[in-house]
């Protein structure tokens, strides 16, 4: 969704009488400007330097400061600030100037009051542009410092970026994966099932999770949590950890009893964002309606609905955040909409070295219990309230005859 704030523009001109003009005709036009004008080029500097600017334009004749010395100057504040110079002369001579020093863009005034629309347009075109590049910029920081690996392949299938933590799982440098075909990272006998499940999949669903096999430059191969997005631009993001340690002897040992266990039992791996669940047996699928396929890599909160209680669910997060082990029963809502009542236990589990590396949760549907105790209390609340409103005297007696109660 495009940002739907206005562009702030500073405007810098020593004829206050032009500015005054300029600023209402920009506003006019149908970009959506929020204009500052001012005579003053320091004052602009101090408008930058409070980050409160999306884009400068300025003249170029000024007697305190020159278009191209305030060029300077706001280049040494903010170095990637959008700046349009809009002088009343100069020529090429003044635009070669302008441009070997790093001026955004360029447009000389004219007479024609079709220049004001224009020159809005390429003020704004000029912010969007630096706040995506802004954007990416992040976005690139954020990627580099996971501690997932994470690249991006374009329509051929060629990684055109890779962070350090992805070439690392894979034994390569990250320059070294660039234009390489995604294949170099897979045994044979999986990229038919890359080629026919993943990527179309990923294609019409704009998404697949799950677990593949890695093949590293050395030619060893470990199993990895695979997550693959496709980005509005085409290009393929794909998330990968290594979790040949969940496929241990250990755990292969206790699998067996896992699945055959009458408890819905769930792994979430809270390394990851949002602390998705990465295994679930039989019962949990069972329990829930839903398939294996359908919760892998989500929140189990997907699980609540309008009739969930908030206090309830705020203890479990509340035990989570403290890596404390926590129970409470839940309204929770099978994949068809049908309520029923969920006993959750959770347990955080440490590594050798004592660090968390996953939380185990056990589900046990007591819908039967929970609406045996409703039928109860029901049942209570209506003979109380016979007995407190009988036209008969009523009174209770102990074995022993003593009197109880009395209506």
Same mark, same amino acid.
């Not at 204009?35 to 080029?41: E, G, I, K, Q, S």
């Not at 003044?94 to 447009?107: C, F, P, W």
């Given at each position: 969704?495009p940002?739907a704030?206005?562009?702030?523009? %500073? ?5 206050q ?5 300029l ?7 149908? $970009?959506?400007?929020a ?7 320091e ?6 330097d ?17 278009g ?14 959008? @700046? ?18 790093? +001026? $955004? ?20 075109? *000029?912010?969007t ?6 954007? !990416? ?6 990627i580099?410092?996971?501690r ?21 799982l ?13 294949? +170099? ?11 026919e ?13 799950g677990?593949t ?26 998330? %990968? #950890?290594?979790?040949?340690?969940? =496929?241990?002897?250990? @755990? ?7 699945? *055959? ?9 809270? /390394? ?12 949990? !699928? ?12 989500? =929140? ?8 969930? /209680?908030e *206090?309830a ?19 929770n809502?099978r994949?068809d ?6 006993? %959750?236990?959770?347990?955080?589990l ?9 939380? %185990?949760? @056990?589900?046990? /549907?007591?819908?039967?219990? #929970?609406?045996r ?6 049942d209570a ?5 016979? @007995?407190? =409103?009988?036209?008969?005297m009523i ?8 009197? #109880?109660?009395?209506?």
């Open positions: 969704m940002d704030s206005p562009t702030r523009l %500073v405007l810098v001109d020593d004829d009488a032009y500015l005054d003009l600023e209402t005709a920009l506003e006019r036009t149908d $970009t959506p400007l204009v500052t004008a001012t005579t003053d080029p004052r602009v500097l101090d408008i930058v409070a980050g409160a600017v999306d884009c400068v334009v300025s003249d170029y004749e000024m007697p305190t400061l020159d191209l010395a305030l060029l300077d100057a706001v280049r040494d504040a903010a170095p990637d600030l959008p @700046f349009v110079l809009f002088p009343g002369t100069g020529g090429e001579e003044l635009a070669s100037k302008a441009i070997s020093r790093g +001026v $955004t863009d360029y447009l000389p005034k004219g007479s024609d009051t079709e220049q004001y629309a224009e020159l809005a347009e390429r003020v704004h075109e *000029a912010a542009a630096a706040r995506m590049e802004r954007q !990416q910029r992040r976005y690139l920081a954020a580099e410092t996971a997932e690996g994470i690249s991006v392949l374009n329509d051929d299938g060629e990684y055109v970026h890779v962070n350090e933590a992805y070439a690392d894979y034994g390569y440098e990250p320059a070294a994966l660039h234009g390489e075909h995604w294949t +170099v990272t897979y045994p044979d006998e999986d990229t038919a099932f890359v080629r499940e993943v990527l179309p999949t990923a294609r019409r669903e704009g998404y697949w999770q677990f096999t890695g093949l590293r430059a050395d030619g060893t191969t470990f199993r990895e949590d695979h997550v693959v997005a496709t980005t509005d631009g085409g290009d393929l993001v794909c998330t %990968v #950890r290594n979790v040949t340690d969940l =496929n241990d002897r250990a @755990f292969e040992m206790k699998l067996p009893a896992i699945e *055959a266990a009458p408890l819905g039992i769930a792994i979430s791996d809270p /390394d990851r964002a949002d602390n998705p669940l990465v295994y679930v047996n039989d019962r949990f !699928q069972e329990l829930t309606g839903y398939d294996e396929s359908e919760i892998l890599g989500r =929140n189990c909160r997907f699980l609540q609905g309008k009739g969930t /209680d *206090a669910v705020a203890e479990l997060h509340a035990g989570i955040e403290a890596e404390e082990r926590v129970s409470v029963e839940l309204l809502y994949k909409g049908t309520p029923f009542w969920n006993h %959750v236990d959770v347990a955080p440490y590594d050798d070295a004592g660090d968390l590396t996953h939380f %185990v949760g @056990f589900q046990q /549907d007591v819908t039967e219990r #929970r609406e105790e409703a039928r109860v209390a029901a609340a209506k003979l109380e309230a016979l @007995f407190e =409103n009988s036209p008969d009174e209770v007696l102990d074995a022993t005859g003593e009197r #109880r109660a009395v209506n």
